[in-house]
């Protein structure tokens, strides 16, 4: 069965999907949005280069505002005047691509960045 890509959500049922498929994601002012905190403006530039990246190749931009260590990704349908499925696929890769980390993968041979020495940090994972 074919998504609509313009069928909006109600706030219940966008408040429900949060909850169950993006727990770190909240609806505020009709926008989905997910704050990510940073070590530094290094951290910062490396999120707002990664969701420019995954929106550019799924043809859906979010708003996104930053400062030194913080960047807040706002996703709503403009033609939709609302929240759409194409919003919460996007959201849910936007998760996993900035959330990644190799080190917490059974069996990865990535280490990942060494916790605990602020030469490497550039994202406060929560």
């Known amino acids: 069965m074919a998504v609509d890509p313009k069928k909006t959500f109600t706030d219940n049922e966008i408040e429900a999907r949060l909850k169950a498929e993006l727990p770190k994601w909240r609806l505020e002012d009709g ?19 990664a969701v420019g990246h995954l929106a550019e190749a799924a043809w859906h931009h979010p708003d ?53 020495d602020l030469r490497f940090a550039y994202i406060k994972h929560d």
């Open 31 to 49: 926008w989905i949005r997910r704050t990510y905190r940073t070590s530094s403006w290094k951290g910062t530039l490396m999120v707002i280069n």
């Open 64 to 116: 996104i505002t930053a400062s030194y260590a913080w960047v807040e990704v706002r996703l709503m349908s403009h033609d939709a005047k609302g929240v759409t499925e194409r919003d919460f696929q996007l959201a849910k890769k936007i998760e996993e691509f900035v959330s990644w980390r190799p080190a917490s993968v059974e069996g990865s041979a990535l280490a990942g960045t060494p916790e605990g």
